[in-house]
């Protein structure tokens, strides 16, 4: 920690119980804080993971029931904002934000920042209004497209000039991010390209293969290591049933344990995102020095300079795809993209640098 910023009393409240969405954030945010000397207080449901994590990590935690904006809930948690001195406090499940701001308040917190994850607007109606004028100090978001929209879909709650970008970082230090775990899909030595479920469309996953074979031979070239399971994949296998050439080109990533360990098993990364949300999947791609391919929509653009860290195209052209998949056949130009990826995500996108803006705010 940076001796010259002081240590602050800094509180997490979030009683979801939903990890990938809402208690992720919150606990590797709060974790980092207090490596760096921090005094971090979790406020937390005990059946969710964020409860579990934490305490094993050894963070302070109290537990709560999930916020219903209760009086009982409201009282309990100023009590206890204001015995443990907390001068910042965290709040982002939308769930919580009423309950938590009102607390704050009434504990005399006088930073509560909200941090918003999801691309939809907040409602506006007049308690959520009356929130956002008097308690809410900060807004922070995980990309500057879902900044864009959550101002335009917010009713004019909050001045714009309050909210702040702040991306996911990635943890370059993390076991699993070093992890050079992989698992070796090919037969031929062809051009391995990773794709998600997760992110795109089944319609779209079948129309390229389809281009790639019918067009010319060179889909002979090109093997899918195909991440995720669910009823995209059901649908997927399903549609393919009958087409057994393109089931050749075809292979389910059933062994790996992280998204690292996917990232470190294949050549290129495609994703067909368009969320405004982060782009969490492209951090490990890049981590792992991987070139990627991305629609130019969404958060994809703050992440991905084209034709330098990978390329970006116009949303469906699939035909875009197929031609730079055929141009990263070249392993020079796989290397020189995959390198300037790794080197962006280290002076942009670790977590390094998302903590030491967090710590501006909490002085």
Do not use: C
């Not at 979790?42 to 916020?67: C, E, N, P, Q, W």
């Not at 067909?272 to 991305?294: C, E, Q």
Request: proline share 3%; hydrophobic share 35%; glycine share 6%.
């Amino acid at each position: 920690m940076d001796e010259n910023i002081p240590h602050s009393r800094v509180g997490f409240y979030n009683t979801s119980t939903s990890w990938n969405n809402y208690q992720r954030w919150p606990y590797e945010v709060a974790r980092v804080l207090y490596s760096r000397g921090h005094q971090v207080e979790v406020f937390t449901a005990d059946r969710g993971r964020l409860y579990a994590k934490a305490r094993r990590y050894g963070l302070k935690i109290h537990k709560f029931r999930k916020s219903g904006f209760l009086p009982f809930d409201i009282f309990r948690l100023a009590r206890s904002l204001k015995r443990k001195q907390i001068t910042t406090l965290f709040i982002n499940y939308q769930g919580d934000l009423k309950t938590g701001a009102l607390a704050a308040h009434m504990a005399g917190v006088h930073n509560v920042i909200y941090r918003r994850g999801t691309v939809s607007g907040v409602q506006g109606n007049l308690i959520n209004r009356w929130v956002f004028k008097r308690f809410i100090t900060t807004v922070i978001t995980n990309s500057d497209a879902n900044r864009s929209r959550l101002v335009r879909g917010s009713h004019n709650m909050f001045d714009p000039a309050s909210t702040r970008v702040i991306y996911n970082g990635l943890n370059l230090k993390g076991r699993h991010t070093l992890s050079e775990s992989q698992h070796n899909y090919r037969s031929n030595g062809e051009l391995m390209v990773g794709l998600m479920t997760s992110d795109m469309h089944p319609y779209r996953l079948l129309h390229l293969f389809e281009i790639l074979r019918r067009e010319d031979k060179k889909a002979e070239h090109f093997r899918f290591l195909i991440h995720g399971n669910g009823h995209v994949v059901r649908s997927l296998k399903k549609q393919l049933r009958e087409q057994p050439e393109l089931q050749k080109m075809l292979v389910w990533d059933t062994r790996s344990r992280h998204l690292v360990e996917f990232m470190n098993s294949v050549d290129v990364f495609v994703t067909g995102s368009t969320s405004n949300d982060f782009n969490h999947p492209l951090m490990y791609a890049m981590a792992r020095s991987k070139p990627v391919i991305a629609y130019a929509r969404g958060s994809n653009p703050e992440i991905i300079r084209n034709n330098e860290t990978g390329f970006l195209l116009s949303e469906g052209d699939v035909h875009g795809v197929k031609q730079k998949l055929e141009m990263l056949r070249d392993p020079d130009l796989r290397v020189r993209l995959g390198r300037k990826a790794r080197l962006t995500l280290e002076k942009r996108f670790n977590m390094e640098h998302s903590i030491n803006q967090i710590e501006e705010l909490i002085r």
